[in-house]
Structure formats: structure tokens, C-alpha cells
């Protein structure tokens, strides 16, 4: 059974008189130990694809199911449970909590889930030496690069023990050396097993990963479109 199947999915928004199509009958089935990029330029539909992927937002029509739950079919608050358990985000801007120590930004996931103290640091730490950083656990994100902060994020999204890691542009505000460290360090998990999304309009960074599909128009082919 693959990780994700996506069939036939819709969104729509009503812009006035107009709807926009921002996913158009998107079907996509995502295997475990994938590496897939998600390539397209702005307004393309990326954003409301990630959102349907993480479980953010429900279909208009469509089947989504994800780990061999039927995400179309939820609740919205039985959504929320299903993306904590299943999903890491790692974002473009990061997303740490300024007043954390890397560690403890790294801990919220756990915390979240009533894991103790104790155990908590422990996990957290083998996450960030994952990432090579165990050495600055206890720094502020404001002491940290912006590679360095994408690394703690990435740790963080880790340390859930999620299904899927799903990146959001995560080198997007990062110069092109150290997004390709981020992208060497995303590889780096995919190949010890990680099931990682990447959605980018950078075809440079979308290369990377081992299967590409493309979105244009809210509509989806397989490997590059030109
Ligand atoms: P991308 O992430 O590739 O820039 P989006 O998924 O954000 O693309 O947008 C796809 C299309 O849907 C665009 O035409 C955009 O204007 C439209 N859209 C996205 N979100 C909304 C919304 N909340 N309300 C109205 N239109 C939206
Ligand atoms: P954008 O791509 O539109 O600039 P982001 O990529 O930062 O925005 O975030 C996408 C959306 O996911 C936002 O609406 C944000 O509020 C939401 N979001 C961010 N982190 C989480 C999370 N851990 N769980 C649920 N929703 C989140």
C-alpha cells in the first residue's frame, strides 16, 4: 500500500465572479522511501497542494489517504491528530520559537505528545546530532545561521517520528552553498529510509530529489514540464 494516494482531488476559491481551480483533478501516489519533489511557478497550486498533503485542508472532491487513512473522510479535529502524528513541516522561514533553546525548540513535538522530561532531551538530542548539531543544543535560533536554524527545524520535524517530512521551499531564504548542504542533509535522511516531499519552484533544488512532478495550473505531470 503506498504512503500517499492522492485520486482525483479538487480545490476551488471563489475569487468574484471567477473560481479558480488551484488543484485540478491532481492524482499522485507517493511509496514509502520516496524523495519526491513538487515543482511549479507562483499560483501554480503549490501552497494548497502542501496544505491537502499536511493535512492543513480537505479536498472539495476527491480521495486522499495517507498512511491508510482516509483523510477525506475526517473530522477536522481528527485532521489535526492525523497531522501531528504523521507529518513533519519544515518551512521556508524556519519557524523556531525565538525564546527556545535549539533543544528545546527541537522537544515541542514530544511535548506535545506528553513524552517526559527527561526523555524528551534525550530524543531531542539524538535528533539534532542527526543533523549535526548537537553541539549548539543550547543556543537561541538568533545565535544560529540561517542553515543552522534550517537544521534545528529540520530536527524538530524529526523528532515526532513522522511518516513524511514535508518541505516547504526550505532553502528558499537560504544562499545557494547552504541550501545545497540543506539539500545534502535531506538526501542524507532519504536515504536512510525517510519518506520526504519537497515542493520548490526552484528546478535546481527540485532536481535533487529522486522523482519530480510538476504543477501548472493546479494540474500535475509527472517529471519536469517545460
Ligand atoms: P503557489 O503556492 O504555487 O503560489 P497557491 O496554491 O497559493 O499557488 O495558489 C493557486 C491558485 O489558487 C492561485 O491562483 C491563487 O491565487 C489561488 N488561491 C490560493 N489560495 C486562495 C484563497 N485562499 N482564496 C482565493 N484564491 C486562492
Ligand atoms: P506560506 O507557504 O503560505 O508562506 P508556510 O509555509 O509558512 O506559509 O505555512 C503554511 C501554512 O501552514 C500556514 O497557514 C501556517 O499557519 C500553517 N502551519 C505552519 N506550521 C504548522 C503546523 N506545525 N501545524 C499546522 N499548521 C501549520
Redesign the pocket.
Known amino acids: 500500500e503506498p504512503m500517499i494516494s492522492m485520486n482525483q482531488i479538487e480545490k476551488s476559491?471563489?475569487?468574484g465572479e471567477n473560481m479558480?481551480h488551484?488543484l485540478d483533478h491532481v492524482s499522485l501516489t507517493i511509496n514509502d522511501g520516496d524523495f519526491l519533489s513538487i515543482v511549479?511557478?507562483?499560483?501554480?497550486?503549490?501552497?494548497?497542494?502542501?496544505h491537502m498533503m499536511g493535512c492543513l485542508d480537505k479536498p472539495d472532491s476527491g480521495e486522499y489517504v495517507l498512511g491508510g487513512s482516509h483523510i477525506d473522510r475526517l473530522k477536522d479535529r481528527d485532521l489535526a491528530v492525523i497531522r501531528n502524528q504523521k507529518i513533519g513541516f519544515i518551512f521556508q522561514n524556519f519557524n523556531l520559537l525565538g525564546k527556545l533553546t535549539a533543544v528545546e525548540n527541537v522537544e515541542l513535538p514530544l511535548l506535545y505528545r506528553g513524552i517526559k522530561a527527561k526523555e524528551r532531551r534525550a530524543r531531542a538530542l539524538v535528533c539534532l546530532e542527526q543533523v549535526g548539531l548537537r553541539e549548539r543544543a543550547g543556543h537561541l535560533p538568533s545565535q544560529l545561521s540561517g542553515g543552522q536554524q534550517q537544521r534545528v527545524a529540520i530536527a524538530r520535524a524529526l523528532s515526532g517520528e513522522p511518516q513524511i517530512l514535508l518541505a516547504d521551499e526550505p532553502t528558499g531564504a537560504l544562499d545557494s552553498r547552504t541550501s545545497g548542504e540543506i539539500m545534502d542533509l535531506l538526501t542524507a535522511l532519504n536515504e536512510k529510509g525517510r519518506t520526504i516531499i519537497l515542493i520548490t519552484?526552484d528546478l535546481h533544488v527540485a532536481r535533487k530529489a529522486r522523482r519530480t512532478v510538476s504543477?501548472r495550473d493546479?494540474r500535475l505531470w509527472e517529471g519536469e514540464h517545460i
Request: glycine share 22%; aromatic share 6%; hydrophobic share 30%.
Open positions: 476559491y471563489q475569487m479558480v488551484a511549479g511557478p507562483s499560483g501554480s497550486g503549490k501552497s494548497t497542494l502542501m519552484h504543477i493546479g
